[in-house]
C-alpha cells in the first residue's frame, strides 16, 4: 500500500496524513468513505453465521426491564421478529469466514497487523444499539445498510452502570452528533465515548433497508498481560540452554543443548523458627531468573511474535482441497483468511509459532506477509528449503493454492 497516496476512505488524506493527525488523538467522519458500498453479507446470510458454533456472537436487547444479553450460537427462529424495535445481533470476526469481509478488511492495512484485529458486524432493529459506553482500542465504524445515529464524547467520566450484563456509561454527554447513511464511517480513538442507535431507513429500491454496521476494531495489549505472556514464553525457551560455539563473536554456529531446568538449591540453608518466612536467597534467585530470561534481545522477539500471531481459540483450519507440489511453476500461493503472519529482522511469526530466515529466504517470506500472497513467478525464486516449509504450511492448511485466472484461493 502506497501510504502517501490520498484516499476516499480516509476523507482524502492519505494514510501518513491519517495517522499523523488522528490515530489515537481526534475522532475523523468520513462522508462516502466507500461510495455505492454494498453489505459483503446478506441479512440472511448473517444469520447463518451467527447459528455455527464457532463463531462468535452475541444477541442484545434492550426493553422496559432493562438491557439483557444473551450469547450464541443462535439459530434463526430464536432470534426476536424483525418487527420487534431495540434489539441488536453482534456477529464477531467476520472476515475469518467470509472473503469478501477478509477483503475489506485488507484497506485498513495502512496499520500494522500486529495492531489489527478483526471485523465485527452489528445488524440492529431501529432503537437498537449496545448503549453509551468507550472502547479501550481503536474503531473504525463503517456503515454498510440503513442508518445509524451515533452521538459521541471525549468525556473525562468513564464511570460504568452497575448490575448490567454490558460496560454501559453512568454518565454519558454526548459532545458530537452525526447520522450515518450507507458508506459513511466514523474513526473514534480508544477511550472515546459513543453511543449509536439504529434508525429505520428506505434504500434505494424503495424497501426498508436492514441497520447493519461495520466495526472494524484494533488489539491494544495490556502491559501487565503482555508481560505476563511474554515471561511465561521466555520461561519456556530457558528450559533449552544456548551455547555458542568457541571463538565464534558473531554467535554463528549456535547449538543447543537441553539441559533441563535450572533448580534452585539452598545448601546452606540453616535451621529456623520461622517457617512461614520466605527466604532471601529464594526471591534473589527469582529476580535473577527473570532477568536472565529477559536478557536475550531475539528471544524477546521471538517470544512476543508468536504471541502476537497466535489464532484465538475457536480458529481452526481445514486441510487443502488440493495436492500443491511446490516444483509446479504454474501458480501462486495466498495465506488463508485465517491465518496470522509477521517478521522482524530475524524471524518469520506464523500462527504462533516462529522460524529463524535470513537471506532472500527472509525477504521472500516477509513480501509473503506483507502481500498475503506469492505469485508463481516469486515462488520461483524460493530456496528447496523455503519450499519444503511452504508445502507443510500449504498441508496444515495455512497458505492455500491461488488459481491463476482470479487470484482467488482453492476451496476446500
Same mark, same amino acid.
Given at each position: 500500500?502506497?501510504v502517501?497516496?490520498?484516499l476516499?476512505l ?7 496524513q491519517?495517522?499523523r ?5 481526534k475522532?475523523l467522519l468520513v462522508?462516502q ?7 459483503v453479507?446478506?441479512?440472511?446470510e ?7 458454533? $464457532? ?13 439483557? &444479553?444473551?450469547?450464541?450460537p443462535f439459530?434463526a ?7 420487534? =424495535?431495540?434489539?441488536t445481533l453482534?456477529?464477531q470476526g ?7 469481509a477478509?477483503?475489506l478488511?485488507q484497506?485498513f492495512?495502512?496499520v500494522p ?7 465485527m ?6 432503537g437498537?444499539g449496545?448503549? @453509551? ?5 481503536d474503531?473504525f465504524?463503517l456503515?454498510?445498510s ?6 459521541i464524547?471525549?468525556q473525562k467520566?468513564?464511570t460504568?452502570?452497575a ?11 454526548p459532545?458530537q452528533?452525526?447520522?450515518? $447513511?450507507?458508506?459513511? &464511517?466514523?474513526?473514534?480513538p ?6 449509536g ?7 434505494p429500491?424503495?424497501k426498508?433497508?436492514d ?6 476494531g484494533?488489539r491494544a ?12 514464553r521466555l520461561?519456556?525457551f530457558?528450559?533449552?540452554a544456548?551455547?555458542v560455539? #568457541?571463538g565464534?563473536?558473531e554467535?554463528?554456529g ?5 539441559r533441563g #531446568?535450572v533448580?534452585?538449591r539452598d545448601?546452606?540453608?540453616? =535451621?529456623t523458627?520461622?517457617?512461614?518466612e520466605? @527466604?532471601?536467597t529464594?526471591a534473589?534467585f527469582?529476580a535473577e531468573?527473570?532477568l536472565?530470561a529477559?536478557?536475550d534481545p ?5 517470544a512476543?511474535g ?7 481459540p475457536s480458529?481452526?483450519f481445514?486441510?487443502p482441497g488440493?495436492e500443491?507440489d511446490?516444483?509446479d511453476?504454474g501458480v501462486g ?7 496470522? &503472519? ?8 506464523m500462527n504462533g ?11 521472500l &517470506?516477509?513480501?509473503l506477509?506483507d502481500q ?6 516469486e515462488?520461483g525464486?524460493?530456496?528447496?528449503d523455503?519450499l519444503?516449509?511452504l508445502?507443510d504450511?500449504h $498441508? ?5 493454492v ?5 487470484g482467488l484461493?482453492?476451496?476446500?
Amino acid at each position: 500500500m502506497d501510504v502517501n497516496q490520498a484516499l476516499s476512505l480516509l476523507a482524502g488524506l492519505t494514510p501518513a496524513q491519517f495517522m499523523r493527525r488522528h490515530w489515537q488523538k481526534k475522532p475523523l467522519l468520513v462522508r462516502q468513505a466507500l461510495p455505492g458500498f454494498k453489505p459483503v453479507l446478506s441479512r440472511a446470510e448473517l444469520f447463518n453465521l451467527a447459528a455455527r458454533e $464457532e463463531v462468535e456472537s452475541r444477541l442484545i436487547v434492550q426493553n422496559k426491564t432493562g438491557w439483557r &444479553m444473551k450469547p450464541g450460537p443462535f439459530a434463526a427462529r430464536s432470534l426476536p421478529p424483525l418487527s420487534q =424495535a431495540e434489539w441488536t445481533l453482534l456477529v464477531q470476526g467476520v472476515d475469518l469466514h467470509d472473503e469478501k469481509a477478509h477483503q475489506l478488511l485488507q484497506q485498513f492495512r495502512f496499520v500494522p497487523d500486529a495492531r489489527l484485529d478483526d471485523l465485527m458486524i452489528s445488524f440492529a432493529t431501529p432503537g437498537g444499539g449496545v448503549g @453509551p459506553h468507550f472502547d479501550s482500542y481503536d474503531v473504525f465504524l463503517l456503515q454498510a445498510s440503513g442508518r445509524r445515529r451515533w452521538k459521541i464524547s471525549k468525556q473525562k467520566d468513564l464511570t460504568l452502570q452497575a448490575d448490567v450484563p454490558l460496560k454501559i456509561l453512568q454518565n454519558f454527554e454526548p459532545g458530537q452528533e452525526f447520522v450515518l $447513511e450507507a458508506g459513511d &464511517m466514523l474513526y473514534l480513538p480508544p477511550r472515546y465515548a459513543h453511543d449509536g442507535i439504529a434508525e429505520a431507513a428506505t434504500g434505494p429500491d424503495g424497501k426498508t433497508a436492514d441497520c447493519m454496521t461495520y466495526s472494524i476494531g484494533f488489539r491494544a495489549p495490556a502491559r501487565g498481560e503482555l508481560a505476563a505472556e511474554l515471561l511465561h514464553r521466555l520461561a519456556e525457551f530457558s528450559e533449552d540452554a544456548t551455547e555458542v560455539s #568457541p571463538g565464534d563473536a558473531e554467535g554463528q554456529g549456535v547449538r543447543r543443548t537441553n539441559r533441563g #531446568p535450572v533448580l534452585y538449591r539452598d545448601p546452606d540453608q540453616t =535451621a529456623t523458627a520461622t517457617p512461614a518466612e520466605l @527466604p532471601a536467597t529464594l526471591a534473589t534467585f527469582a529476580a535473577e531468573a527473570v532477568l536472565e530470561a529477559l536478557q536475550d534481545p531475539l528471544a524477546v522477539a521471538c517470544a512476543l511474535g508468536e504471541y502476537m500471531t497466535e489464532v484465538k481459540p475457536s480458529v481452526w483450519f481445514d486441510a487443502p482441497g488440493t495436492e500443491w507440489d511446490p516444483s509446479d511453476g504454474g501458480v501462486g500461493i495466498c495465506l488463508d483468511a485465517r491465518t496470522r &503472519m509477521m517478521y522482524d529482522k530475524h524471524h518469520v511469526f506464523m500462527n504462533g509459532e516462529s522460524y529463524r530466515a535470513k537471506g532472500a529466504d527472509a525477504r521472500l &517470506m516477509q513480501r509473503l506477509a506483507d502481500q498475503r500472497a506469492l505469485s508463481a513467478r516469486e515462488l520461483g525464486k524460493a530456496s528447496p528449503d523455503a519450499l519444503d516449509l511452504l508445502a507443510d504450511w500449504h $498441508e496444515a492448511g495455512w497458505v492455500r493454492v491461488a488459481l491463476p485466472s482470479v487470484g482467488l484461493p482453492e476451496h476446500s
